[in-house]
C-alpha cells in the first residue's frame, strides 16, 4: 500500500491562495493517476481534480480556473494550486492514487488535510 501525506492546509481570507502537496512513500505518479479529493460537513466526498500518469488533467466545474493540479515525479509529489478561493471551499482535502495509469479506482488514501476559507 502507498503511504500519501498531504499538507499545506489552513485558514485563508476568500480571494486567497494555498497550495497542497501530497508526497507518496514511493515512485508512483509517474505510472498510475491521482486525485484531489474534499469532504465539506455534511456533504459526500467529492472529486476536485484529477491528473493521469502522462500528465493529462481534468476537474470538477466548481474550481475550473481557479485550481491547478500538477506533479513533480522526481519529488514523488503532486499539487493543489488553490487561487480565488471561496468559503464554499472549505473542506478536509484528500489526495489518493489510483492503481490505474489514467482511471481513479482502487484507491490508496491520504489522511487529509484541512482548508478553511474565511469570508
Known amino acids: 500500500q502507498v503511504q500519501l501525506v498531504e499538507s499545506g492546509g489552513g485558514l485563508v481570507q476568500a480571494g486567497g491562495s494555498l497550495r497542497l502537496s501530497c508526497a507518496a512513500s514511493g515512485s508512483i505518479f509517474s505510472t498510475n493517476a491521482m486525485g484531489w479529493y474534499r469532504q465539506a460537513p455534511g456533504k459526500q466526498r467529492e472529486l476536485v481534480a484529477r491528473i493521469t500518469s502522462s500528465g493529462s488533467t481534468n476537474y470538477a466545474d466548481s474550481v475550473k480556473g481557479r485550481f491547478t493540479i500538477s506533479k513533480d515525479n522526481a519529488k514523488n509529489t503532486v499539487y493543489l494550486q488553490m487561487n480565488s478561493l471561496k468559503p464554499e471551499d472549505t473542506a478536509v482535502y484528500y489526495c489518493?492514487?489510483?492503481?490505474?495509469?489514467?482511471?481513479?479506482?482502487?484507491?490508496?488514501w491520504g489522511q487529509g488535510t484541512q482548508v478553511t476559507v474565511s469570508s
Open positions: 489518493a492514487v489510483s492503481k490505474f495509469p489514467t482511471i481513479l479506482a482502487n484507491l490508496d
